[in-house]
């Protein structure tokens, strides 16, 4: 079992292309809603929870990403065909250098 959870829920839509992919045996119902949790580690736990401040994470260690995020994740889910993809799609949704000034070289 995973450390953390990212829960993403699913629309009519995009149940249909999880169906598409062959992921349907890891869709769950939560609070009557259709979703797919994708597992994380701790590691990635602590590195989205500093992009993206103010992340709540829920009895059961699960959490719910900004729209923006939780679409890019739910898009990365298809394109590999299964749920374990945190260790790519952190890659994608964190990005450590944000808001930061660029530093010059010193020579």
């Known amino acids: 079992m995973a450390d953390y959870l ?4 699913l ?3 995009h149940l249909k292309k999880i169906e598409a992919a062959g992921l349907q045996g890891n ?3 939560i609070a009557g809603k259709k979703a797919v949790q994708v597992p994380m580690t701790q590691k990635d736990q602590k590195k989205l929870v ?7 994470f829920d009895a059961s260690n699960a959490c719910v990403l900004p729209a923006e995020a939780e679409e890019k994740l739910f898009n990365i889910v298809l394109d590999m065909k299964t749920i374990d993809v945190m260790k790519f799609a952190i890659m994608k949704l964190y990005n450590p250098l944000a808001g930061k000034a660029p530093r010059s070289a010193q020579r």
């Open 6 to 9: 990212v829960n993403v829920f």
């Open 27 to 29: 869709v769950v119902d």
């Open 50 to 56: 500093k992009g993206f401040p103010g992340l709540d």
């Open 11 to 13: 629309g009519d839509e």
